[in-house]
């Protein structure tokens, strides 16, 4: 919303439903034009291009494999020279520890019961993280106290 106040064009795509409808009734309340899809990341519409890509909290909520292919798609539909933002949880804590979960080989949990129920999740090591980059630029990475990352990263190529 911050984005299209600024005057951006924008468009938005979450695997929710109800989140891209709610986003469309927030848009359309403040008059703003913002495009909306619904859809997993990893499918991602290939035919436009974005000058900026902002995936926080997306990659490290599906399988390792998924998120490989979401990070194809985010790097196709990037223009080269395009930011991108990619914001990751931290390493699980003791209240994650807690919550019934079982875990896949890749090292993705799903949780089992609560509020998080069924929710996958997954912890990047950094390392994963930066072959997930290739073919960007890391440009400055910001690592919050309860451990969450952030990387700014710009598409290589002209």
Known sequence: MALARAGF???ATDISQLAIERLRAW???EKLPIETFVGPAQELPLA???DAVIANSVLDHMFKEEAEEAMRRLRAVLRPGGLLLLGMDGPPDEEDKAWPHVV???GT???LGG???H???RFWPDEEIIVLLCGFRVEEKEIRANGRRRFWARKLGS
Do not use: G, I, K, S
Request: glycine share 0%; no cysteine; proline share 5%.
């Open 115 to 117: 509020r998080r129920d």
């Open 27 to 29: 848009a359309a309340e």
């Open 48 to 50: 436009q291009r974005f």
């Open 9 to 11: 064009r924008v468009t």
């Open 119 to 121: 929710m996958l999740w």
């Open 109 to 111: 949990w799903q949780f």
């Open 104 to 106: 896949f080989p890749d």
